[in-house]
């Protein structure tokens, strides 16, 4: 599941895509090279890479049928996946059940495992790359595309193997009743952008008005609770569709990594976020409360946290990304590691990892690997060391890129968003 945010409709879609010129083409092509080269960033898959991919995809729906009696059916029940409006692949799907007593929230994950193990030359490749990077209008893939983009998609109206987290949640707080993690096949009803779940949370009459309805309430609550409990939010006002997807996660991921540690006691690939020091904390708020127009709420102060989130959600639009920046000087970087040691500040989770995106995120993958085969890897701390330092390799190709673009006259959201076009009459260019 992507985080970018996706174009509003009737903006970037309606505008079409950047226009170039040839040459200015050349320069940027010319840029990813360098910055590939600079952090040993790798574009092209190997050929025996993309020969295993290729027979991966081959008798699916054979493969998926022979695979029913040994996983849980959840072909009936409501399933839907929401993503941007460009995303090529769906890793996450989910499901929402209210129940006399309490509510049951499914994430259902593409099953990557079934196709990408230890003993598979795929498995070597997203390993060396880390992570999926999403450069602006470019895509450096984790997994390749042939695979990811077909039988590890939970595309709609096709049946799919897939890792389901099954969150059985109490009424009254949220918290974890029960949680089961297994093997399962779905059947996504339908495919729905950011835009299209809005709309759907406006029309009562539209299909999955009402699961879509009662999962965004949960989420709310969800959101609510986590910022009351300390959890720094910076972007306080996302919109409902976005809301559902990243408290889903959330709690999905949570529930994994609680469950590994605290039922199995086993090591997996934990995501860690020291916290800043009380001085740095101190330096952040102070530049903050300088801003023009800016006043952090007195009674928020004793936890720097509850402090931004109050502040952001009072502040003038204008203001917004000087906080968010603020904040984020003095955050140190999040890593991974086998134990959930410190466990993640800015969350303010004890415990926590990704499992949710192993289509694009080599931690999930590995993640799923052990929840399956109850197996950790001989070298799972060269492999937490390795998929933190490509993540940071993955976030300094990105910032010099953006830059590169705006040096070049580009609006790096613009071609995110619209993509780029090259045209032959450099003067009808449009570096908008």
Sequence with gaps: MSNDAEAAPGTAEAQGPVEISPELDRQIANKREDLFEK?????????????????????????????????????????????????????????????????????????????????????????????????????????????????????PQEDRLAHTVEMHLDKDDLSYRNIEIYKSVIHSNERLTYTQT?????????????????LYELADQMHEQRKEEGSLVLNPRRDRAHTIIEECMLKANKAVTHELMWDRGVEAVYRVHPQPSPNEWDDALREIQELDGVSIPGDSWD????????????????????????????????????????????????????FTSPIRRMSDLVNHWIVYQNDVPENLVELCDHASDKQKAAESAEREYRNFLQEVGLDPDAVNNRGLSVVEDEEAADAA
């Design 39 to 155: 952090f040993e960033l790798h574009d092209e898959f190997p050929p025996e890479v993309l020969e295993e991919a290729e027979a991966r995809t081959e008798g699916v729906q054979e493969e998926i049928q022979d695979e029913i009696e040994d996983r849980a059916d959840m072909r009936r029940l409501p399933t839907w996946t929401t993503d941007p409006v460009d995303a090529q692949d769906f890793d996450d799907a989910v499901s929402v059940m209210e129940r006399d007593h309490e509510y049951v929230v499914w994430v259902h994950i593409a099953d990557v495992t079934h196709y990408v193990h230890p003993e598979s030359a795929m498995w070597d490749a997203a390993v060396d790359r880390g992570n999926t990077i999403y450069l602006p209008a470019y895509t450096v893939h984790m997994l390749p595309p042939v695979l990811a983009e077909t039988v590890c998609s939970l595309v």
């Design 198 to 214: 809005e709309d759907r949370l406006d029309e009562p009459d539209a299909p999955l008005h009402e699961e879509i309805s009662l």
């Design 303 to 354: 936890d720097p946290r509850k402090a931004v989130n109050a502040t952001l959600e009072q502040a003038p639009e204008r203001q917004l990304g000087k906080i968010q920046w603020a904040v984020m000087k003095v955050m140190p970087r999040a890593k991974y590691m086998n134990d959930p040691f410190g466990g993640h500040h800015a969350l303010n989770f004890e415990i926590y990892g990704h």
